[in-house]
């Protein structure tokens, strides 16, 4: 039937879009292992390259903690522990990479750059038990810890979707004061008529005459 071929067309084109995002999250991950296996063959042996001076170096880093040099002493422990943890995240990221709608290209493209850095720094604790890190940048005596490829992949994705979801807040909808709305009068209740020492007074109830008094 028609809806179903419509179903079908529809399927199709959503993990066609989700496969161009899947595609460059590839890429990312190959120029990491490229960047990686470069390091490897040209800076380990302690030659350093410094391409803007006081900026930016090459500098080759053995890293068998997390992101940026942190939690470094874990030993095997902790080395099989940050590959777990890597592997239940690329799960999560996958399955929220699948489930989210095809008009969301934020959110789709925070996490492919998230699943291509995940995965990258996996390869590496997998293989060697440590991830390669070689991109130092600094400032004066500030140096920032020193991180891949992977590293700042994960890093954009992570503000691309911390910005997704402030832009998200913001157009939320906020309640807003109606103005020129006055209370319903009470069942019942009439209103006076204008006249001479009668204001007109909303929810104003005529008193009652009771018999024989007058007023």
């Known amino acids: 039937t028609m809806n179903e071929v419509q179903i079908i067309n529809n399927a199709r084109s959503r993990l066609g879009w989700r496969a161009g995002y899947l595609f460059a999250a590839f890429g990312i991950y190959l120029v990491d292992q490229m960047t990686k296996a470069w390091a490897v063959r040209a800076l380990k042996s302690g030659q350093d390259w410094t391409i803007i001076s006081g900026f930016l ?3 080759y880093t053995e890293n068998p903690g997390i992101a940026f040099g942190q939690l470094q002493e874990g030993g095997q422990f902790g080395r099989w522990f940050f590959v777990v943890l890597a592997a239940a995240a690329s799960v999560a990221v996958l399955y929220y990479f699948f489930r989210t ?10 996490c492919a750059l998230l699943l291509a850095g995940i995965l990258g720094n996996l390869t590496d604790r997998i293989r060697l038990g ?6 130092v940048l600094h400032a004066g005596s500030y140096h920032w810890p020193t ?4 590293d ?6 992570a503000l691309l979707m911390a910005l997704d979801l402030l832009l998200r807040l913001d157009r ?8 020129g709305l006055q209370p319903e009068p009470l069942e019942g209740a009439r209103r006076p008529a204008l006249g ?6 909303r929810g104003y109830v ?3 005459r009771r018999a024989g008094v007058q007023p």
């Open 147 to 150: 991180f891949n490829v992977a």
């Open 206 to 208: 005529e008193p009652t």
């Open 152 to 157: 700042a992949s994960i890093t954009i994705g």
């Open 101 to 110: 709608p095809r008009n969301e290209d934020r959110i789709l493209g925070s």
């Open 130 to 135: 440590y991830v390669v890190d070689f991109i």
């Open 196 to 201: 001479p020492g009668r204001p007109a007074v």
């Open 57 to 59: 170096d090459f500098i």
């Open 172 to 179: 939320q909808p906020r309640p807003r004061a109606v103005v």
